[in-house]
């Protein structure tokens, strides 16, 4: 595609309830990087795949998420039991390299209610 | 790791006045420092970006400075608009074997016609 794709562009769920987000990078982009942002804050990492394999998952929060790329290409992140505070935008971004400008999807935006 | 602090939180200017965002970092090692406008309810992009090795770049009313000894970057826009009017996020990546591209908290700009 032109651009970044992430489905949901909206997710409500309920506490407690399991939800997968989407991100479709740019073709032959090899590195893709999930954010969160809360409102007025700015993109918080999550984790960074080159290829098919995470090279840095430091930034999830706890064990509820879990993120996977399994062929190099559409990634999916997974919250489990989700919480209210779980609640933001979940942005994803891909680059050609690691020095290289990353573009962004516009976001799924998920509420726990 | 990596911590981004911008300044300042809020910005108005008027039409055709000049806007200056300054940011600092903490990690030595960070050597890509990219300039992101986010427009409400749109996806960050990529307005312009500075590597380590240099100190200045320019893209026609947008410019960044970087003084790495000080561990300080500056976004400067010149001639401001009323569509220049947004949330500017600078960013900082660590070049010690991390992908974390760490962001600040964001500068609101209004530009007053």
């Known amino acids: 595609g032109a651009g970044v794709s992430q489905t949901p562009s909206n997710k409500v769920t309920e506490k407690g309830k399991y939800v997968e987000l989407r991100c479709d990078p740019i073709?032959?982009?090899?590195?893709l990087y999930w954010y969160r942002q809360s409102l007025g804050q700015g993109p918080e990492f999550l984790i960074y795949f080159q290829g098919t394999g995470a090279a840095d998952d430091s930034g999830l929060p706890n064990d509820r998420f879990f993120a996977v790329r399994p062929e190099g290409s559409v990634s999916t992140l997974k919250i489990q039991r989700t919480e209210r505070g779980d609640s933001a935008v979940y942005l994803c971004a891909s680059s050609s390299g690691k020095n290289t400008e990353a573009f962004f999807g516009q976001g799924t935006r998920l509420t726990v209610v | 790791g990596e911590n981004v602090e911008q300044h300042p939180s809020t910005l108005s200017v008027q039409e055709g006045d000049s806007a200056v965002i300054k940011c600092t970092y903490s990690d030595s090692a960070s050597n890509y420092f990219p300039w992101y406008k986010q427009e409400l309810g749109k996806r960050p992009q990529l307005i312009i970006d500075i590597r380590s090795n240099v100190g200045e770049k320019k893209d026609q009313r947008i410019a960044v400075t970087l003084n790495k000894t000080a561990k300080h970057f500056s976004l400067h826009i010149t001639e401001t608009q009323p569509e220049d009017s947004a949330v500017y996020f600078c960013a900082a990546l660590s070049g010690a074997g991390s992908y974390q591209l760490t962001f600040g908290k964001g500068t609101k700009l209004s530009v007053i016609p």
């Open positions: 073709s032959g982009h090899t590195a």
